[in-house]
């Protein structure tokens, strides 16, 4: 089984940093794409941030310039760094990766991280 965890989730105050981690089992350039989502109490599970396995980036609206995705393909990670927090990114975080195989998508999801932001 393909395993996802992420590190790095916490209480911050309004304003600060956080940088969350996420750790695969295997290589991630088995991965066509692996994401950030995130989901709070009584909300759907958005997209916040992705990343190819060519390098291509995509981060959310609300995220742009304060969330930065990344891959460190020796280290079979991606991060996401957070900065300028916001109360409203209080939510669970969770590492997403996506294969294809035979034009088939494959899912598989980390356990998730607390991110909670206090004004």
């Known amino acids: 089984q393909v395993h996802l965890v992420e590190s790095g989730g916490g209480l911050v105050q309004a304003g600060g940093s956080l940088k969350l981690s996420c750790a695969a089992s295997r290589s991630i350039h088995t991965f066509a794409v692996m994401s950030w989502y995130r989901q709070g109490p009584g909300k759907h599970r958005e997209l916040v941030a992705s990343?190819?396995?060519?390098?291509?980036?995509t981060t959310a609206d609300s995220v742009t310039g304060r969330f930065t995705i990344s891959r460190d393909d020796a280290k079979n990670t991606v991060s996401l760094q957070m900065n300028t927090l916001k109360p409203e990114d209080t939510d669970v975080y969770y590492c997403?990766?996506?294969?294809?195989?035979?034009?088939?998508?494959?899912?598989?999801w980390g356990q998730g991280t607390q991110v909670t932001v206090s004004s």
């Open positions: 997403h990766a996506q294969s294809v195989t035979l034009g088939f998508p494959y899912n598989y």
């Open positions: 990343i190819t396995d060519d390098g291509r980036m």
